[in-house]
Structure formats: structure tokens, C-alpha cells
């Protein structure tokens, strides 16, 4: 019967809203359910710390990342009630209403570069405000580990320095030093501490208690409780074992010696909220601002480490990976853009932050760079056209390279070099160069007062700043000269540069297939009258420089091949996130970078003899006339007045 079906389809959609999370998270006080994924399984706690500065070499020295992140067993640590606990959020249809948090699973981000902390709000602004307390001043956020600090009024919860207590009884002071200080002040979040004894902060009373005493902490223990210690003592009230910690109130200053250099302890920015889809939107940083859907990021409502053990009423916490700080390209874009505003890489306020030009001569690097990256033509250059002139710089190497053609990476090589690569680099040397950009390069890009009008007749000529006139230089420089600035008038134009450019390959390309290597560099010079010895030696240093280079290319390419197909595309090689490689091709790089050393020395006639005894003088300028010979030959090579019009498809 109808009656009869109604109950049946009636009784299938209450099983099925019992058996769904959502149906079940709103049956909790009636209220509706925001989906979150929590950081860590039951039985464990979130643990924060701040990365070592000397943690990483090379250009990822000082890691983007605000904290590292683990999930720790501590049996002192309270329950983290975050699932099913009521939170504040904000939504569409309404400014705030309040829903119950239900865990969808547990999720730890993992980036290396770009780990970031966000406080997120669990109750509204209006309640706080009523309250009269700040968010992490209720009697909840203070911390909960059984070790504290006393006898020092510092105005607030966590206080940088003072006596040491147990479960309130004091700390003696027999035995005690800076490693076992340090682990109280790790313990209570901060990055390290000295000790005091005497009761610095005061007496206290061991007369009349027994508490701590013989304190021998190894320095790896995450809590005082973890240390080695008598439970008796025969202390005085002035006896009492303090510390100082390094902090943002009290950094320790020159009194203290290496203690002034530790970086302060930080606190996540001001605290967010959730949408009622569960979505988190951080509205700071490079490229601001910026959202999560549920599943990207990880909430706690318990914590410890460098943020001090926590847990609140009122906050927890969220942790993200940062888009462009996860990524290695986009993380050096940050770090080089930083150095150029001035502002720390960790910065939030990136908004504001602007590289502008300036007429100082030492401003050449910065006005380059406003040339050359300023894509709407205002004269500044922020973060975002930075970071996307980057990527297409990034884009050319790959396309010239030929990077992501269909093919595997193990023929993935250097050693060939396309006639468009060269011409490439001469496009962005003009870019960065070309100061009123009319495709000229000469004494007028200059920024003012770089060079000096020596004779006053308001031009500055060649030879005022080389101190010679093309005329008179040696014949082999003249004849460059020449081949370069075709008309002389001491400007190089674009055209002029290319036509140069273009000549040369031709004359290197011996076989004509649009792409030059060592082989035919070494048969050219050969036909420039390079002796044999020189011929060798500059095998030697080309073979070693591909090789290492092929070596750097190939590390870099095969990281990026993050689906396991054996090719990259340009969207592999610009979203790389693992820096470990890039520190691998930095520390080879630095290690075997240098050339050898005799090698480079018999190719500038700054070599040694049989004897062991320095070329001399008259041997050196012998090299240096050589090459100038060499020189010669090269750029009288009759191939530079039969370049084809459409050379490799260049016009």
C-alpha cells in the first residue's frame, strides 16, 4: 500500500542519515556540521618547532618554512577536543553562525620549504570582545605542562624568565646548568635559555618542601619531567634554580654574547575563521589572498614545541602549505624579491612591497630589473610580475633546450646549443639594458654620473671610458669592434648585436644543422690557428664544464618528472617542491665549480713550468699576442659576409 511505502522510503532515509557523518555531526545540539581533517590520530599531539637557520646549505640556507611538524606521543598532554566542539564560522547567507567541527580524516602536511601556522577562531569576535580577555589569555590557553616559571612579574602568560617550579614546588639549584635550562625553556616554547641559580627571582621554599634537586638533563628531553633528578634535597630558600629564555620581550642582549644572535619567538598572524563550507582563506602573504578547500590543510586544538603547549577555548590552529613557498622556483623568486625590497622573505605585508627605479648609479640593478619585469607600465614592479617573468624566463630555457619535447629524459642534454637560445639572451640583455628602449645600447642607458665627460664637451665618447679610441686599439679589437658596430658610432643597435650573433654561429656551425657543441668550437679554432696544446686544454676545461652541467640539467629534470612518465613538460619543472635536489646541484656546484686550476692557468699563460717555477712575463704577453691572432682569424672568417637572411629560420 502508499502507507506502507511512505514508511519504508521514511525508514531508508533515517538509516541513511544515522550512517552519515553530516546527518550525525548535525544531531550534536542540532546545530550543522564544517568538515575538517585533523593533524593528528588519537593518542598523539601536534608538535611544532622553529627550523635551525644552519638546517640547510646553499640558497635554501634559511628554510621558507615557518615551523616543522610532527605527531608525538606525550602522555601529559591533554585530549585535543577540537572534533565535535563548537566553532564559530562565517558564511554566504550570514556574517557568523556557529557549527560543530566532525573530523573527515587526519592529514599532516608535507612541505619542506613552505609549512605555514594559522590561528584560526573557534568563537566569535563579539564574544571575545565581551569576555574582556584577548584571544590566548583565558585561563584555558595558559600552559599546561606541569612545569612553569615564577617569582618574575612579566605581565603575561608566558614568562621569559624566573625560577623554576614542579607542580608549584621549587627547583634546586645543586647541579644546575644551561642544558638542563634549555629544556625547560624548549619546553615552555621558546628556542633555547641560560640557567640562574640563588634564587635570582627570588627565595623560595625548599626549607619546608622536597622537589627537584641534581637535575641532570642530557639536553634531549622534551620535558624537565624527563631528566635524571633526586625527589629530596637539602636546599635553602635561597638555593632556588632559575632560567632566562630567548624571547621576543628579551632577546638576550650583548651581555650575553651568542645568546643576542637566536632568532625571537614567533606567534601565527591574527586569527581567521572558517567558512561554513570548511574552506580557509589566509588574506596574507605573496600572493594573497589565498584559499584551502577541506582536505588541504590540517586543524589542531592541541599543541607544543616552539608555540608553547596550548590548549584553547577560544583558537586552534591550522597548518597549510603555502603555495609559492612550497615551490622551489617560485620560494628563490621570493627570497631574491625579498633581497630586493629589503623586506624578510617571511614577510606578510607583500601588498605594499614594490622594487621602483631610482637615478643613483647604484641603483643599475634594481632599474634593470623595473625594465625588464614591469609588465602594465607604472614603473614598479611587485611580487606577482616578478614572479611570472621569472616563469618565462623559465619558459624560453625550457623551450630552447627543448626540454619538453617528446622524448626521454636520458636524452636530455646541454652539450647542443640552438642559434635561438643565444638569440634569447641577447632579447633579455637588451630588456635589462636598454634604459629608453629604442633597441640601442650606448652611454645614455646609463643611470647618471655612471661614467665621467672627462673633456666637457657634453658627450661621453669610447674612449673616455675605455681610455683609447677604437682606432687605436690592437688590429684583432679593432676588427671585433668593427664586426660588431657596423657603422661606428659607438652605439651597438639590436640589429647590429644579432647580425654579430648570428655571424658567429654560422661560422661555428660546421655542419650547418642549426645547433653548435664543443667539437665544432675546438675544429673553428683549430682553423684559427689555435696550436694543438691550446686545442687541448680547451677540451678539457669544455668537456668537464657539459659534463657537469649536462649532470646539474638532468638531476633537476628527473626531480620534476613527478608522474613517472620518463618526460617533463613546463609545468613539472615550475611547480618542483622538493629542495633537497636544488641543494644537491648547489653543493656539487660549489664543491667542483672551480675549473682546474693548471688547466685555466695554460690557457692564460699564468701556467707553470716543467721546474715548477711561474711562466714569465714575456711568456704570458707570448700567450696573450696568441690569442689576439687566434682573435684575428676568427672574426676575419669570410663565412661572417655570407650569413644566409634566414639563418636557421631567423630573419
Known amino acids: 500500500s502508499t502507507q506502507t511505502a511512505t514508511m519504508y ?17 548535525a544531531a550534536v545540539n542540532g546545530e550543522d556540521v564544517v568538515g575538517v581533517s585533523m593533524c593528528c590520530p588519537e593518542g598523539k599531539v601536534l608538535k611544532l618547532e622553529r627550523p635551525s637557520p644552519v638546517s640547510r646549505d646553499g640558497i635554501f640556507r634559511y628554510s621558507h618554512a615557518e615551523y616543522t611538524a610532527k605527531c608525538v606521543r606525550n602522555r601529559r598532554s591533554p585530549k585535543d577536543t577540537l572534533d565535535g566542539a563548537t566553532i564559530t564560522v562565517t558564511g554566504d547567507d550570514v556574517d557568523e553562525k556557529q557549527m560543530v567541527v566532525k573530523k573527515t580524516g587526519i592529514m599532516l602536511p608535507s612541505c619542506p620549504l613552505g609549512l605555514k601556522v594559522q590561528k584560526v577562531a573557534l568563537n566569535s569576535s563579539a564574544t571575545e570582545e565581551s569576555s574582556g580577555e584577548a584571544p590566548g589569555e583565558t585561563e584555558e590557553s595558559k600552559p599546561t605542562s606541569r612545569v612553569r616559571l615564577g ?125 561554513s563550507s570548511g574552506q580557509l582563506t589566509i588574506p596574507t602573504g605573496p600572493l594573497a589572498p589565498t584559499s584551502y578547500k577541506t582536505g588541504e590543510f590540517c586543524m589542531a586544538g592541541v599543541w607544543e614545541g616552539s608555540l608553547g603547549p596550548r590548549r584553547s577555548e577560544v583558537d586552534a590552529i591550522a597548518l597549510v602549505c603555502e603555495p609559492c613557498k612550497s615551490e622551489v622556483l617560485c620560494g628563490a623568486s621570493l627570497e631574491l624579491f625579498s633581497s630586493l625590497v629589503h623586506i624578510p622573505s617571511s614577510s606578510t605585508d607583500f601588498k605594499n612591497s614594490e622594487i621602483v627605479t631610482c637615478e643613483e648609479p647604484w641603483c643599475q640593478t634594481t632599474n634593470s630589473i623595473v625594465l625588464a619585469f614591469d609588465e602594465d607600465g607604472d614603473g614598479k614592479v611587485n611580487f606577482k610580475e616578478f614572479k611570472a617573468k621569472m616563469e618565462k ?41 636598454d634604459a629608453n628602449q629604442d633597441d640601442i645600447l650606448s652611454v645614455e642607458d646609463a643611470p647618471p654620473r655612471t661614467f665621467r665627460d672627462r673633456n666637457d664637451d657634453g658627450k661621453i665618447s669610447l674612449r673616455e671610458i675605455v681610455g683609447v679610441s677604437p682606432i687605436n686599439m690592437p688590429a684583432p679589437l679593432y676588427r ?26 654560422y661560422v661555428i656551425d660546421q655542419n650547418e644543422d642549426c645547433f653548435i657543441n664543443l667539437e665544432e668550437i675546438i675544429v673553428t679554432l683549430k682553423e684559427s690557428k689555435l696550436p694543438k696544446e691550446f686545442q687541448l686544454a680547451v ?65 692564460l699563460g699564468e701556467g707553470r713550468k716543467v721546474d715548477g717555477r711561474r711562466m714569465s712575463r714575456q711568456e704570458t704577453e707570448g700567450v696573450i699576442e696568441m690569442w689576439l691572432l687566434v682573435l684575428y682569424d676568427f672574426v676575419n672568417n669570410k663565412k661572417y659576409d655570407s650569413v644566409p637572411n634566414n639563418l636557421c629560420g631567423f630573419e
Open 151 to 275: 617569582d618574575y612579574d612579566c605581565g603575561h602568560d608566558n614568562c621569559l624568565k624566573g625560577n623554576v617550579y614542579v607542580d608549584d614546588k621549587p627547583v634546586c639549584d645543586d647541579g644546575w646548568g644551561d642544558t638542563d635550562a634549555g629544556v625547560v625553556c624548549r619546553e615552555l616554547g621558546f628556542e633555547g635559555g641560560y640557567a640562574t641559580t640563588e634564587s635570582k627571582y627570588g627565595n623560595v621554599n625548599l626549607e619546608r618542601q622536597s622537589c627537584f634537586d641534581e637535575v641532570q638533563c642530557s639536553g634531549r628531553e622534551s620535558s624537565l619531567l624527563d631528566c635524571r633528578h633526586r625527589s629530596q634535597d637539602d636546599c635553602s630558600d635561597g638555593e632556588g634554580a632559575g632560567v632566562v629564555c630567548y624571547g621576543e620581550e628579551d632577546p638576550a642582549g650583548p651581555e650575553y654574547g651568542d645568546y643576542s644572535t637566536s632568532p625571537p619567538r614567533q606567534e601565527p598572524e591574527t586569527e581567521i575563521h572558517l567558512t
Open 539 to 603: 677540451k678539457l676545461l669544455g668537456d668537464y664544464y657539459f659534463t657537469l652541467a649536462d649532470y646539474f640539467l638532468n638531476e633537476f629534470v628527473s626531480a620534476a618528472d613527478v608522474d613517472g612518465d620518463k618526460k617533463t613538460t613546463l609545468a613539472e619543472i615550475i611547480g618542483v617542491k622538493d629542495p633537497a635536489v636544488i641543494e644537491s646541484i648547489v653543493k656539487a656546484a660549489v664543491s667542483m665549480g672551480l675549473p682546474n686550476m693548471g688547466t685555466a692557468g695554460f690557457l
Open 393 to 433: 624566463y623559465v619558459e624560453k630555457l625550457v623551450n630552447d633546450l627543448e626540454l619538453n619535447a617528446e622524448r626521454s629524459l636520458n636524452e636530455v642534454s646541454i652539450k647542443n646549443l640552438s642559434l635561438k637560445l643565444f638569440l634569447d639572451v641577447l632579447d633579455e640583455t637588451f630588456a635589462f639594458s
Open 9 to 25: 522510503w521514511l525508514f531508508l532515509a533515517a538509516a541513511s542519515c544515522l550512517l552519515s557523518a553530516s546527518c550525525l555531526g
Open 480 to 505: 671585433l669592434y668593427t664586426n660588431l658596430d657596423k657603422d661606428k658610432n659607438e652605439k651597438l643597435s639590436l640589429e647590429e648585436a644579432k647580425s654579430f650573433i648570428k655571424g658567429t654561429f
